[in-house]
Protein backbone atom coordinates (compact mmCIF):
# COMPACT_ATOMS: atom_id res chain seq x y z
CA UNK A 1 0.00 0.00 0.00
CA UNK A 2 1.92 3.32 -0.96
CA UNK A 3 0.69 6.68 -0.19
CA UNK A 4 -0.96 9.53 -2.28
CA UNK A 5 2.02 11.65 -3.77
CA UNK A 6 1.70 14.56 -6.42
CA UNK A 7 4.95 15.23 -8.12
CA UNK A 8 5.40 18.45 -10.98
CA UNK A 9 7.70 17.96 -13.43
CA UNK A 10 9.17 21.08 -15.75
CA UNK A 11 8.75 20.64 -19.05
CA UNK A 12 8.63 22.33 -22.36
CA UNK A 13 4.98 23.44 -22.54
CA UNK A 14 5.20 24.14 -18.98
CA UNK A 15 4.92 22.70 -15.72
CA UNK A 16 3.18 18.82 -15.99
CA UNK A 17 1.91 17.32 -12.60
CA UNK A 18 2.30 13.72 -11.85
CA UNK A 19 -0.21 12.12 -9.20
CA UNK A 20 1.60 8.40 -8.32
CA UNK A 21 0.45 5.70 -5.60
CA UNK A 22 -2.97 5.03 -4.24
CA UNK A 23 -5.38 7.48 -4.10
CA UNK A 24 -8.44 5.96 -1.80
CA UNK A 25 -10.45 6.77 0.77
CA UNK A 26 -7.84 4.55 3.11
CA UNK A 27 -4.72 6.08 1.66
CA UNK A 28 -4.94 9.70 1.28
CA UNK A 29 -3.81 11.70 3.61
CA UNK A 30 -5.86 13.42 5.91
CA UNK A 31 -7.80 15.55 6.26
CA UNK A 32 -9.10 15.86 2.63
CA UNK A 33 -9.96 19.44 1.96
CA UNK A 34 -6.30 20.62 2.59
CA UNK A 35 -4.83 17.47 -0.02
CA UNK A 36 -7.39 19.21 -2.17
CA UNK A 37 -6.68 22.72 -1.79
CA UNK A 38 -2.90 21.52 -2.14
CA UNK A 39 -3.71 19.58 -5.22
CA UNK A 40 -5.81 22.80 -6.48
CA UNK A 41 -2.49 25.04 -6.00
CA UNK A 42 -0.12 23.11 -7.55
CA UNK A 43 -2.21 22.52 -10.33
CA UNK A 44 -3.23 25.77 -10.74
CA UNK A 45 0.08 27.14 -12.87
CA UNK A 46 -0.51 23.93 -14.35
CA UNK A 47 -0.32 22.88 -18.41
CA UNK A 48 -1.02 19.12 -18.53
CA UNK A 49 -1.59 16.18 -15.90
CA UNK A 50 -0.66 12.76 -15.87
CA UNK A 51 -2.24 10.35 -14.06
CA UNK A 52 -0.74 7.31 -15.33
CA UNK A 53 1.06 6.72 -12.63
CA UNK A 54 -1.71 6.20 -10.01
CA UNK A 55 -1.65 2.40 -8.92
CA UNK A 56 -5.27 2.85 -7.45
CA UNK A 57 -7.68 5.35 -8.03
CA UNK A 58 -11.05 5.09 -6.01
CA UNK A 59 -14.22 7.38 -6.30
CA UNK A 60 -13.47 9.61 -2.99
CA UNK A 61 -9.78 9.96 -4.99
CA UNK A 62 -11.53 10.65 -7.86
CA UNK A 63 -13.66 12.89 -6.78
CA UNK A 64 -11.14 15.02 -4.41
CA UNK A 65 -9.24 15.40 -7.96
CA UNK A 66 -12.00 16.42 -10.11
CA UNK A 67 -12.81 18.91 -7.29
CA UNK A 68 -9.54 20.04 -7.25
CA UNK A 69 -9.92 20.75 -11.04
CA UNK A 70 -12.76 23.26 -10.24
CA UNK A 71 -14.90 20.81 -11.91
CA UNK A 72 -13.61 20.78 -15.34
CA UNK A 73 -11.27 18.79 -17.88
CA UNK A 74 -8.07 20.08 -17.63
CA UNK A 75 -6.54 20.98 -21.48
CA UNK A 76 -4.25 18.15 -21.80
CA UNK A 77 -4.42 14.88 -19.04
CA UNK A 78 -3.28 11.49 -19.46
CA UNK A 79 -4.95 8.70 -17.98
CA UNK A 80 -5.71 4.64 -17.81
CA UNK A 81 -8.71 4.13 -19.46
CA UNK A 82 -10.64 2.55 -16.39
CA UNK A 83 -9.51 5.44 -14.09
CA UNK A 84 -11.05 7.44 -16.85
CA UNK A 85 -14.44 5.54 -16.69
CA UNK A 86 -14.10 6.50 -12.93
CA UNK A 87 -13.93 10.05 -13.52
CA UNK A 88 -16.67 10.08 -15.88
CA UNK A 89 -19.01 8.72 -13.91
CA UNK A 90 -18.14 11.25 -11.47
CA UNK A 91 -18.75 13.98 -13.69
CA UNK A 92 -22.44 11.95 -13.94
CA UNK A 93 -22.87 13.00 -10.57
CA UNK A 94 -26.38 15.11 -10.13
CA UNK A 95 -26.34 16.06 -6.24
CA UNK A 96 -30.05 15.86 -5.51
CA UNK A 97 -30.79 18.15 -2.48
CA UNK A 98 -33.90 17.49 -0.51
CA UNK A 99 -36.41 20.46 -1.19
CA UNK A 100 -35.64 22.20 1.95
CA UNK A 101 -38.22 24.52 4.14
CA UNK A 102 -39.76 21.37 6.35
CA UNK A 103 -37.58 22.18 9.07
CA UNK A 104 -37.10 25.92 8.65
CA UNK A 105 -38.44 27.98 11.57
CA UNK A 106 -42.13 28.37 11.35
CA UNK A 107 -43.76 31.41 12.17
CA UNK A 108 -45.81 31.08 16.03
CA UNK A 109 -49.15 31.14 14.94
CA UNK A 110 -48.63 28.65 12.77
CA UNK A 111 -46.71 26.51 14.75
CA UNK A 112 -49.81 26.89 17.46
CA UNK A 113 -51.92 26.08 14.76
CA UNK A 114 -50.51 22.93 13.41
CA UNK A 115 -50.14 21.81 17.51
CA UNK A 116 -53.71 22.50 17.83
CA UNK A 117 -54.82 20.38 14.47
CA UNK A 118 -52.39 17.39 15.32
CA UNK A 119 -54.12 17.04 18.69
CA UNK A 120 -57.57 17.73 17.49
CA UNK A 121 -56.47 14.68 15.05
CA UNK A 122 -55.78 12.42 18.02
CA UNK A 123 -59.09 13.23 19.65
CA UNK A 124 -60.47 12.27 16.88
CA UNK A 125 -58.62 9.05 16.44
CA UNK A 126 -59.27 8.30 20.43
CA UNK A 127 -62.86 8.98 19.52
CA UNK A 128 -62.78 6.58 16.56
CA UNK A 129 -61.29 3.63 18.87
CA UNK A 130 -63.74 4.18 21.32
CA UNK A 131 -67.14 4.57 18.97
CA UNK A 132 -65.19 1.21 17.38
CA UNK A 133 -64.86 -0.66 20.96
CA UNK A 134 -68.31 0.34 21.26
CA UNK A 135 -69.17 -1.40 17.73
CA UNK A 136 -67.48 -4.65 19.14
CA UNK A 137 -68.93 -4.76 22.27
CA UNK A 138 -72.56 -4.92 20.96
CA UNK A 139 -71.47 -7.70 18.18
CA UNK A 140 -69.85 -9.83 21.12
CA UNK A 141 -72.65 -9.74 22.87
CA UNK A 142 -74.76 -10.99 20.06
CA UNK A 143 -71.67 -13.17 19.94
CA UNK A 144 -70.27 -14.23 22.96
CA UNK A 145 -68.29 -17.10 21.70
CA UNK A 146 -66.10 -14.64 20.04
CA UNK A 147 -65.13 -12.95 23.30
CA UNK A 148 -61.30 -13.02 23.43
CA UNK A 149 -61.24 -14.68 27.28
CA UNK A 150 -57.72 -15.50 27.15
CA UNK A 151 -56.55 -12.09 26.04
CA UNK A 152 -58.58 -10.86 28.28
CA UNK A 153 -57.01 -12.76 31.10
CA UNK A 154 -53.81 -12.38 29.75
CA UNK A 155 -53.77 -8.37 30.27
CA UNK A 156 -55.69 -8.83 33.74
CA UNK A 157 -52.56 -11.14 34.95
CA UNK A 158 -50.15 -8.54 32.93
CA UNK A 159 -50.94 -5.23 34.30
CA UNK A 160 -52.87 -6.45 37.55
CA UNK A 161 -51.36 -9.18 39.33
CA UNK A 162 -47.68 -9.14 38.48
CA UNK A 163 -48.30 -5.12 39.42
CA UNK A 164 -49.44 -6.00 43.17
CA UNK A 165 -46.00 -5.96 44.71
CA UNK A 166 -44.82 -2.71 43.43
CA UNK A 167 -48.16 -0.78 44.22
CA UNK A 168 -47.85 -2.33 47.29
CA UNK A 169 -44.64 -1.07 48.22
CA UNK A 170 -45.26 2.16 46.53
CA UNK A 171 -48.35 2.63 48.64
CA UNK A 172 -46.69 1.48 51.95
CA UNK A 173 -43.84 3.69 51.50
CA UNK A 174 -46.05 7.08 50.58
CA UNK A 175 -48.20 6.07 53.32
CA UNK A 176 -45.03 6.02 56.16
CA UNK A 177 -43.67 9.68 54.49
CA UNK A 178 -46.93 11.32 54.98
CA UNK A 179 -47.87 10.26 58.02
CA UNK A 180 -44.94 10.96 59.92
CA UNK A 181 -44.58 14.38 57.61
CA UNK A 182 -48.58 15.24 58.83
CA UNK A 183 -47.70 13.64 62.44
CA UNK A 184 -44.58 16.72 62.83
CA UNK A 185 -47.06 19.42 61.89
CA UNK A 186 -50.30 18.22 63.55
CA UNK A 187 -48.32 18.16 67.03
CA UNK A 188 -47.32 21.46 67.01
CA UNK A 189 -51.30 22.31 67.33
CA UNK A 190 -52.04 19.41 69.54
CA UNK A 191 -54.28 17.91 67.06
CA UNK A 192 -53.22 14.13 66.98
CA UNK A 193 -55.48 12.38 66.41
CA UNK A 194 -56.92 13.95 63.36
CA UNK A 195 -53.74 11.90 61.23
CA UNK A 196 -56.72 9.15 60.94
CA UNK A 197 -58.75 11.63 58.99
CA UNK A 198 -56.04 13.45 56.71
CA UNK A 199 -54.51 10.03 55.93
CA UNK A 200 -58.03 8.11 55.05
CA UNK A 201 -59.25 11.17 52.90
CA UNK A 202 -56.51 11.92 51.00
CA UNK A 203 -55.17 8.60 50.14
CA UNK A 204 -58.51 6.53 49.55
CA UNK A 205 -59.95 9.69 47.84
CA UNK A 206 -56.71 10.98 45.78
CA UNK A 207 -53.17 9.14 46.53
CA UNK A 208 -54.19 5.65 46.11
CA UNK A 209 -55.75 5.98 42.48
CA UNK A 210 -53.07 8.75 41.06
CA UNK A 211 -50.50 6.55 42.36
CA UNK A 212 -51.51 3.56 40.64
CA UNK A 213 -52.49 5.47 37.49
CA UNK A 214 -49.44 7.07 37.26
CA UNK A 215 -47.43 3.66 37.97
CA UNK A 216 -49.49 1.63 35.82
CA UNK A 217 -49.50 4.34 32.89
CA UNK A 218 -45.33 3.90 33.25
CA UNK A 219 -45.68 0.07 33.46
CA UNK A 220 -48.23 -1.42 31.40
CA UNK A 221 -49.19 1.72 28.93
CA UNK A 222 -45.46 1.83 28.01
CA UNK A 223 -45.57 -1.90 26.95
CA UNK A 224 -48.99 -1.66 25.35
CA UNK A 225 -47.72 0.85 22.99
CA UNK A 226 -44.56 -0.87 22.46
CA UNK A 227 -46.23 -4.57 21.58
CA UNK A 228 -48.68 -2.87 19.48
CA UNK A 229 -46.05 -0.97 17.49
CA UNK A 230 -43.42 -3.44 17.17
CA UNK A 231 -46.41 -5.50 15.87
CA UNK A 232 -47.04 -2.76 13.26
CA UNK A 233 -43.12 -2.70 11.93
CA UNK A 234 -43.38 -6.31 11.89
CA UNK A 235 -46.76 -6.06 9.90
CA UNK A 236 -47.91 -9.15 12.32
CA UNK A 237 -51.23 -6.84 12.69
CA UNK A 238 -51.41 -6.93 9.04
CA UNK A 239 -51.01 -10.34 9.13
CA UNK A 240 -53.69 -10.99 11.80
CA UNK A 241 -56.01 -8.69 9.39
CA UNK A 242 -55.97 -11.64 6.22
CA UNK A 243 -56.32 -13.90 9.01
CA UNK A 244 -59.59 -12.38 9.85
CA UNK A 245 -58.83 -11.38 13.29
CA UNK A 246 -60.27 -7.85 14.14
CA UNK A 247 -57.29 -6.33 15.43
CA UNK A 248 -60.03 -3.73 17.70
CA UNK A 249 -61.16 -6.84 19.28
CA UNK A 250 -58.28 -9.05 19.57
CA UNK A 251 -55.46 -6.22 20.55
CA UNK A 252 -57.33 -2.88 21.69
CA UNK A 253 -60.51 -4.01 23.37
CA UNK A 254 -59.06 -7.07 25.92
CA UNK A 255 -56.48 -4.33 26.57
CA UNK A 256 -59.14 -1.64 27.43
CA UNK A 257 -61.73 -4.06 29.32
CA UNK A 258 -58.61 -5.40 31.22
CA UNK A 259 -56.92 -2.48 32.76
CA UNK A 260 -60.04 -0.85 33.46
CA UNK A 261 -61.30 -4.00 35.51
CA UNK A 262 -58.05 -4.01 37.28
CA UNK A 263 -57.28 -0.78 37.83
CA UNK A 264 -60.28 -0.14 40.48
CA UNK A 265 -58.87 -3.78 42.02
CA UNK A 266 -54.98 -2.19 42.10
CA UNK A 267 -56.27 1.33 43.71
CA UNK A 268 -57.77 -0.66 46.60
CA UNK A 269 -54.64 -2.42 47.28
CA UNK A 270 -52.37 0.48 46.83
CA UNK A 271 -54.75 2.27 49.30
CA UNK A 272 -54.73 -0.31 51.43
CA UNK A 273 -51.50 -0.69 51.90
CA UNK A 274 -50.97 3.69 52.21
CA UNK A 275 -53.76 3.16 55.28
CA UNK A 276 -51.16 0.26 56.67
CA UNK A 277 -48.10 2.35 56.30
CA UNK A 278 -49.76 5.25 57.95
CA UNK A 279 -51.02 3.38 60.86
CA UNK A 280 -47.54 1.53 61.59
CA UNK A 281 -45.63 5.45 61.33
CA UNK A 282 -48.58 6.53 63.54
CA UNK A 283 -47.97 3.98 66.41
CA UNK A 284 -44.34 4.43 66.47
CA UNK A 285 -44.36 8.29 65.92
CA UNK A 286 -47.55 9.19 68.47
CA UNK A 287 -48.52 6.00 69.46
CA UNK A 288 -51.50 6.29 68.56
CA UNK A 289 -53.17 2.00 68.88
CA UNK A 290 -53.95 0.10 65.37
CA UNK A 291 -57.75 -0.36 67.19
CA UNK A 292 -58.39 3.40 67.87
CA UNK A 293 -56.67 3.89 63.98
CA UNK A 294 -58.86 1.58 62.65
CA UNK A 295 -62.09 2.43 64.75
CA UNK A 296 -61.71 5.84 63.89
CA UNK A 297 -61.12 5.44 59.92
CA UNK A 298 -64.54 4.12 59.25
CA UNK A 299 -66.21 6.91 61.50
CA UNK A 300 -64.47 10.31 59.89
CA UNK A 301 -63.94 8.40 56.18
CA UNK A 302 -67.42 7.93 54.63
CA UNK A 303 -67.73 5.10 52.78
CA UNK A 304 -68.47 7.09 49.49
CA UNK A 305 -64.78 7.91 48.97
CA UNK A 306 -64.29 4.21 48.56
CA UNK A 307 -66.41 4.55 45.81
CA UNK A 308 -64.54 7.83 44.45
CA UNK A 309 -61.59 5.92 44.29
CA UNK A 310 -62.76 2.96 42.54
CA UNK A 311 -64.86 5.37 40.66
CA UNK A 312 -61.31 6.90 39.63
CA UNK A 313 -59.67 3.67 39.34
CA UNK A 314 -62.15 2.39 36.34
CA UNK A 315 -61.93 6.32 34.36
CA UNK A 316 -57.57 6.12 34.81
CA UNK A 317 -57.64 2.56 33.77
CA UNK A 318 -60.05 2.60 30.62
CA UNK A 319 -57.74 5.89 29.35
CA UNK A 320 -54.78 4.51 29.98
CA UNK A 321 -55.36 1.17 27.82
CA UNK A 322 -57.03 3.55 25.22
CA UNK A 323 -54.28 6.17 24.84
CA UNK A 324 -51.53 3.45 24.79
CA UNK A 325 -53.56 1.57 22.15
CA UNK A 326 -54.38 4.93 20.21
CA UNK A 327 -50.25 5.48 20.07
CA UNK A 328 -49.56 1.93 19.18
CA UNK A 329 -51.48 1.95 16.12
CA UNK A 330 -49.74 4.99 14.97
CA UNK A 331 -46.26 3.98 15.18
CA UNK A 332 -44.77 3.95 11.94
CA UNK A 333 -42.24 1.36 10.63
CA UNK A 334 -39.21 2.73 11.93
CA UNK A 335 -37.16 2.79 15.19
CA UNK A 336 -37.62 6.34 15.94
CA UNK A 337 -41.03 6.41 15.32
CA UNK A 338 -41.57 3.55 18.03
CA UNK A 339 -39.68 5.46 20.53
CA UNK A 340 -41.14 8.47 20.31
CA UNK A 341 -44.88 7.39 20.20
CA UNK A 342 -44.13 5.00 23.63
CA UNK A 343 -42.99 8.29 25.27
CA UNK A 344 -45.87 10.08 23.70
CA UNK A 345 -48.49 7.85 25.35
CA UNK A 346 -47.21 7.34 28.81
CA UNK A 347 -46.68 11.70 28.89
CA UNK A 348 -50.22 11.86 27.30
CA UNK A 349 -51.78 8.98 29.40
CA UNK A 350 -50.48 10.44 32.74
CA UNK A 351 -50.99 14.12 31.72
CA UNK A 352 -55.13 13.14 30.84
CA UNK A 353 -55.21 11.09 34.54
CA UNK A 354 -54.28 14.44 36.41
CA UNK A 355 -57.10 16.18 33.76
CA UNK A 356 -59.71 14.04 34.94
CA UNK A 357 -58.85 13.80 38.39
CA UNK A 358 -59.28 17.56 38.22
CA UNK A 359 -62.77 17.27 36.27
CA UNK A 360 -63.43 14.31 39.45
CA UNK A 361 -62.55 16.59 42.10
CA UNK A 362 -65.14 19.36 41.01
CA UNK A 363 -67.85 16.82 40.19
CA UNK A 364 -67.41 15.07 43.28
CA UNK A 365 -66.80 18.58 45.68
CA UNK A 366 -70.01 18.14 47.60
CA UNK A 367 -69.64 14.27 47.83
CA UNK A 368 -68.01 12.19 51.19
CA UNK A 369 -66.31 15.12 52.87
CA UNK A 370 -67.75 14.74 56.48
CA UNK A 371 -68.45 18.58 57.96
CA UNK B 1 -7.88 -8.51 -13.57
CA UNK B 2 -6.50 -5.06 -13.46
CA UNK B 3 -4.76 -2.65 -11.29
CA UNK B 4 -6.78 -2.27 -8.97
CA UNK B 5 -6.90 -5.62 -7.41
CA UNK B 6 -3.38 -6.31 -7.61
CA UNK B 7 -2.25 -2.76 -6.92
CA UNK B 8 0.37 -2.87 -3.67
CA UNK B 9 -1.26 -4.64 -1.20
CA UNK B 10 0.41 -6.52 1.16
CA UNK B 11 0.47 -10.52 -0.10
CA UNK B 12 -0.98 -13.12 1.71
CA UNK B 13 -5.02 -14.47 2.04
CA UNK B 14 -7.83 -11.97 2.56
CA UNK B 15 -9.51 -14.94 5.12
CA UNK B 16 -7.50 -17.20 6.96
CA UNK B 17 -8.85 -19.31 9.42
CA UNK B 18 -7.63 -21.89 11.60
CA UNK B 19 -8.66 -24.98 13.48
CA UNK B 20 -12.07 -22.94 14.15
CA UNK B 21 -14.58 -24.68 16.10
CA UNK B 22 -17.75 -23.51 17.52
CA UNK B 23 -20.08 -25.08 20.05
CA UNK B 24 -23.45 -24.09 21.47
CA UNK B 25 -23.91 -26.03 24.58
CA UNK B 26 -23.22 -29.17 23.81
CA UNK B 27 -23.99 -28.79 20.19
CA UNK B 28 -21.16 -29.05 18.21
CA UNK B 29 -21.43 -26.16 15.21
CA UNK B 30 -17.88 -26.36 13.69
CA UNK B 31 -15.14 -28.97 14.68
CA UNK B 32 -11.51 -28.18 13.23
CA UNK B 33 -12.62 -25.72 10.42
CA UNK B 34 -9.18 -24.79 7.85
CA UNK B 35 -10.36 -22.16 5.24
CA UNK B 36 -8.40 -19.68 3.25
CA UNK B 37 -9.52 -16.73 0.84
CA UNK B 38 -6.97 -15.12 -1.97
CA UNK B 39 -7.63 -11.82 -3.04
CA UNK B 40 -10.02 -10.81 -5.73
CA UNK B 41 -11.92 -14.26 -5.56
CA UNK B 42 -15.31 -14.94 -5.12
CA UNK B 43 -16.52 -17.79 -2.30
CA UNK B 44 -19.78 -19.36 -2.13
CA UNK B 45 -20.39 -21.32 1.00
CA UNK B 46 -22.88 -23.66 0.69
CA UNK B 47 -24.54 -26.17 3.13
CA UNK B 48 -27.69 -27.62 4.17
CA UNK B 49 -29.81 -25.96 6.77
CA UNK B 50 -28.64 -25.73 10.38
CA UNK B 51 -25.27 -26.27 9.35
CA UNK B 52 -23.92 -23.38 10.29
CA UNK B 53 -22.65 -21.50 7.40
CA UNK B 54 -24.59 -17.98 8.54
CA UNK B 55 -22.48 -18.61 12.05
CA UNK B 56 -19.32 -18.88 10.11
CA UNK B 57 -20.24 -15.46 9.05
CA UNK B 58 -20.52 -13.96 11.68
CA UNK B 59 -17.10 -15.23 12.99
CA UNK B 60 -15.62 -14.34 10.25
CA UNK B 61 -16.76 -10.71 10.45
CA UNK B 62 -15.95 -11.20 14.04
CA UNK B 63 -19.76 -10.37 15.21
CA UNK B 64 -19.32 -13.67 17.30
CA UNK B 65 -16.20 -15.33 18.67
CA UNK B 66 -15.59 -19.07 18.11
CA UNK B 67 -15.28 -21.48 21.17
CA UNK B 68 -11.65 -22.39 19.61
CA UNK B 69 -9.11 -21.36 16.65
CA UNK B 70 -8.31 -17.86 15.16
CA UNK B 71 -9.42 -15.85 12.37
CA UNK B 72 -7.43 -13.64 10.34
CA UNK B 73 -8.54 -10.91 7.59
CA UNK B 74 -5.92 -9.59 6.04
CA UNK B 75 -3.22 -10.86 8.27
CA UNK B 76 -5.09 -9.25 11.19
CA UNK B 77 -7.17 -11.27 13.76
CA UNK B 78 -10.19 -10.01 13.44
CA UNK B 79 -11.25 -9.78 17.44
CA UNK B 80 -7.97 -7.52 17.91
CA UNK B 81 -8.07 -6.25 21.42
CA UNK B 82 -7.23 -3.39 20.42
CA UNK B 83 -10.00 -0.73 19.84
CA UNK B 84 -8.28 1.37 17.49
CA UNK B 85 -6.66 -1.68 15.23
CA UNK B 86 -10.23 -3.22 15.46
CA UNK B 87 -12.11 0.05 13.94
CA UNK B 88 -9.51 0.59 11.37
CA UNK B 89 -9.72 -3.67 10.15
CA UNK B 90 -13.98 -3.43 10.37
CA UNK B 91 -13.47 -0.47 7.81
CA UNK B 92 -12.02 -2.55 5.47
CA UNK B 93 -14.52 -4.89 4.67
CA UNK B 94 -18.65 -4.61 4.24
CA UNK B 95 -21.58 -6.79 4.71
CA UNK B 96 -24.77 -7.24 3.11
CA UNK B 97 -27.06 -8.43 5.99
CA UNK B 98 -30.33 -11.13 4.70
CA UNK B 99 -32.41 -8.53 5.90
CA UNK B 100 -30.54 -5.37 4.44
CA UNK B 101 -30.27 -3.93 8.37
CA UNK B 102 -30.71 -0.29 7.12
CA UNK B 103 -31.42 1.62 9.66
CA UNK B 104 -34.78 2.70 9.69
CA UNK B 105 -35.13 5.55 11.23
CA UNK B 106 -32.29 6.84 8.64
CA UNK B 107 -33.56 7.95 4.97
CA UNK B 108 -31.72 6.22 2.13
CA UNK B 109 -28.95 8.91 2.07
CA UNK B 110 -28.16 9.05 5.52
CA UNK B 111 -28.12 5.41 5.20
CA UNK B 112 -24.74 5.49 2.79
CA UNK B 113 -23.66 8.40 4.09
CA UNK B 114 -23.91 7.26 7.74
CA UNK B 115 -20.17 5.04 7.55
CA UNK B 116 -18.55 7.91 5.49
CA UNK B 117 -19.48 10.34 8.64
CA UNK B 118 -18.17 7.94 11.10
CA UNK B 119 -14.48 8.80 9.40
CA UNK B 120 -15.30 12.06 10.56
CA UNK B 121 -12.61 13.15 7.69
CA UNK B 122 -15.13 14.23 5.42
CA UNK B 123 -16.74 17.68 4.35
CA UNK B 124 -20.53 16.87 3.75
CA UNK B 125 -20.44 17.62 -0.23
CA UNK B 126 -18.14 15.30 -0.64
CA UNK B 127 -20.66 12.64 1.61
CA UNK B 128 -22.96 14.11 -1.00
CA UNK B 129 -20.79 13.05 -3.91
CA UNK B 130 -19.92 9.95 -3.05
CA UNK B 131 -23.62 8.94 -1.74
CA UNK B 132 -24.89 9.95 -5.56
CA UNK B 133 -22.15 8.12 -6.86
CA UNK B 134 -22.78 4.88 -4.99
CA UNK B 135 -26.52 5.26 -5.46
CA UNK B 136 -25.93 5.07 -9.26
CA UNK B 137 -23.32 2.45 -8.79
CA UNK B 138 -26.28 -0.25 -7.58
CA UNK B 139 -28.23 1.62 -10.34
CA UNK B 140 -30.71 3.51 -8.09
CA UNK B 141 -31.96 6.54 -9.20
CA UNK B 142 -30.95 10.02 -7.06
CA UNK B 143 -34.73 10.85 -6.51
CA UNK B 144 -34.42 7.15 -4.23
CA UNK B 145 -32.06 9.17 -1.34
CA UNK B 146 -34.63 10.78 0.21
CA UNK B 147 -37.20 7.83 0.73
CA UNK B 148 -37.34 6.08 3.89
CA UNK B 149 -36.38 2.12 3.97
CA UNK B 150 -40.09 1.55 5.15
CA UNK B 151 -40.70 3.16 1.77
CA UNK B 152 -38.44 0.58 -0.40
CA UNK B 153 -39.51 -2.39 -2.33
CA UNK B 154 -37.44 -6.01 -1.54
CA UNK B 155 -35.18 -5.52 -4.36
CA UNK B 156 -34.15 -1.60 -3.71
CA UNK B 157 -33.66 -2.42 0.22
CA UNK B 158 -30.49 -4.69 -1.03
CA UNK B 159 -29.36 -2.28 -3.29
CA UNK B 160 -29.47 0.12 -0.77
CA UNK B 161 -27.62 -2.08 1.75
CA UNK B 162 -24.96 -3.30 -0.81
CA UNK B 163 -24.41 0.45 -1.53
CA UNK B 164 -23.76 1.01 2.26
CA UNK B 165 -21.54 -1.91 2.56
CA UNK B 166 -19.60 -0.67 -0.39
CA UNK B 167 -19.33 3.00 0.98
CA UNK B 168 -16.12 3.16 2.44
CA UNK B 169 -14.63 1.11 -0.59
CA UNK B 170 -14.24 -2.45 0.85
CA UNK B 171 -11.73 -4.64 0.11
CA UNK B 172 -13.88 -7.59 1.15
CA UNK B 173 -17.86 -8.02 0.95
CA UNK B 174 -19.36 -10.27 3.24
CA UNK B 175 -23.29 -11.52 1.61
CA UNK B 176 -25.50 -13.51 3.47
CA UNK B 177 -28.08 -14.64 1.52
CA UNK B 178 -27.80 -11.68 -1.18
CA UNK B 179 -30.88 -13.51 -3.05
CA UNK B 180 -32.87 -14.09 -0.81
CA UNK B 181 -36.59 -13.06 -1.16
CA UNK B 182 -36.11 -11.36 -4.13
CA UNK B 183 -38.02 -13.08 -7.46
CA UNK B 184 -35.86 -14.76 -9.77
CA UNK B 185 -35.79 -11.56 -12.61
CA UNK B 186 -34.50 -8.97 -9.48
CA UNK B 187 -32.10 -11.90 -8.31
CA UNK B 188 -30.45 -12.22 -11.32
CA UNK B 189 -30.21 -8.74 -11.94
CA UNK B 190 -28.88 -7.65 -8.49
CA UNK B 191 -26.09 -11.07 -9.29
CA UNK B 192 -25.31 -9.38 -12.38
CA UNK B 193 -25.37 -5.87 -10.25
CA UNK B 194 -23.03 -7.73 -7.51
CA UNK B 195 -20.86 -9.78 -10.45
CA UNK B 196 -20.18 -6.41 -12.41
CA UNK B 197 -19.09 -4.31 -9.38
CA UNK B 198 -17.10 -7.21 -7.91
CA UNK B 199 -14.94 -7.14 -11.71
CA UNK B 200 -14.82 -2.90 -11.67
CA UNK B 201 -13.66 -2.78 -8.08
CA UNK B 202 -12.14 -5.96 -7.60
CA UNK B 203 -12.90 -6.46 -3.91
CA UNK B 204 -13.21 -10.13 -2.54
CA UNK B 205 -16.27 -11.60 -1.66
CA UNK B 206 -17.33 -14.47 0.52
CA UNK B 207 -20.98 -15.55 0.58
CA UNK B 208 -23.31 -18.07 2.14
CA UNK B 209 -26.59 -18.75 -0.27
CA UNK B 210 -28.81 -21.36 -0.68
CA UNK B 211 -29.68 -20.34 -4.74
CA UNK B 212 -27.93 -22.42 -7.39
CA UNK B 213 -28.37 -19.45 -9.81
CA UNK B 214 -26.76 -17.06 -7.13
CA UNK B 215 -23.62 -19.41 -6.74
CA UNK B 216 -23.12 -20.43 -10.17
CA UNK B 217 -23.65 -16.79 -11.51
CA UNK B 218 -21.18 -15.13 -8.63
CA UNK B 219 -19.00 -17.98 -7.22
CA UNK B 220 -15.17 -18.61 -8.17
CA UNK B 221 -14.81 -20.97 -5.43
CA UNK B 222 -17.16 -23.40 -3.41
CA UNK B 223 -16.97 -24.64 0.40
CA UNK B 224 -19.36 -27.09 1.46
CA UNK B 225 -20.36 -27.11 5.07
CA UNK B 226 -21.61 -30.41 6.32
CA UNK B 227 -20.84 -32.81 9.25
CA UNK B 228 -19.93 -29.83 10.93
CA UNK B 229 -16.48 -28.97 8.68
CA UNK B 230 -16.13 -28.09 5.35
CA UNK B 231 -16.14 -31.48 3.52
CA UNK B 232 -14.67 -30.03 0.02
CA UNK B 233 -13.44 -26.49 -1.06
CA UNK B 234 -12.14 -25.58 -4.64
CA UNK B 235 -13.38 -24.86 -8.05
CA UNK B 236 -16.76 -26.35 -9.42
CA UNK B 237 -14.70 -29.14 -10.60
CA UNK B 238 -13.19 -29.78 -7.52
CA UNK B 239 -16.15 -29.56 -5.53
CA UNK B 240 -18.47 -32.02 -7.71
CA UNK B 241 -15.76 -34.68 -7.55
CA UNK B 242 -16.04 -35.00 -4.35
CA UNK B 243 -18.29 -37.74 -3.07
CA UNK B 244 -20.59 -36.85 -0.11
CA UNK B 245 -24.71 -37.62 0.14
CA UNK B 246 -24.72 -33.46 0.85
CA UNK B 247 -22.97 -32.65 -2.43
CA UNK B 248 -24.77 -34.80 -4.34
CA UNK B 249 -28.24 -33.89 -3.11
CA UNK B 250 -27.40 -30.51 -3.64
CA UNK B 251 -25.44 -30.41 -6.55
CA UNK B 252 -26.99 -33.26 -8.40
CA UNK B 253 -30.56 -31.30 -9.01
CA UNK B 254 -30.73 -30.28 -12.38
CA UNK B 255 -30.61 -26.57 -11.82
CA UNK B 256 -27.87 -26.95 -9.49
CA UNK B 257 -25.78 -28.81 -12.16
CA UNK B 258 -26.87 -26.78 -14.68
CA UNK B 259 -25.96 -23.36 -13.33
CA UNK B 260 -22.63 -24.62 -11.32
CA UNK B 261 -21.42 -26.25 -15.07
CA UNK B 262 -21.63 -22.65 -16.99
CA UNK B 263 -19.29 -21.52 -13.83
CA UNK B 264 -17.20 -24.76 -14.06
CA UNK B 265 -16.62 -24.27 -17.65
Known amino acids: ?371 | MNALASGGHAPGPVIEIRNLSTRFGDIVVHQDIDLELERGQVLGLVGGSGSGKTTLLREIVGLLRPSAGTVRLFGQPVLDPDPARQRTLRRRFGMLFQQGALFSALSVYDNIAFPLRELRTLDEAMIGELVMLKLAMVELEARHAWLMPAELSGGMTKRVALARALSLEPELLVLDEPTAGLDPDRSESFVRLIRMLQMALGFTVVMVTHDPETLGGLATRFAVLADQRIVALGSAADVLAVDHPFIRNFFGSGRAAAAIGKAAA
Open chain 1, 1 to 371: MSLAAIETVEQAGGLQVLLSGDWTLATMPEPLSSLEARLREIGAGAKAWDLRPISRLDSAGAIVVWRAWGRCWPAALAVSTEHRSLLERVVAIRVERKEAGSRAARPGLVFLGEQALAALDHFAGLLGLLGQGVLDLAYLARQPAQIPWREFSANVYKAGALALPVTALIGFLIGIVLSYLSALQLKTFGADVFIVNLLGISIVRELGPVLVAVLVAGRSGSAMTAQIGVMRVTEEIDALATMGVSRSQRLVLPKVLALAVTMPLLVVWCSAAGLVGGMVSAKLQMGLSYAFFIDTLSRVVPVANVWIGVGKGVAFGFLIALIACHFGLRVRPNTESLSSRTTTSVVTSITVVILVDAVFAILTRNVGIPF
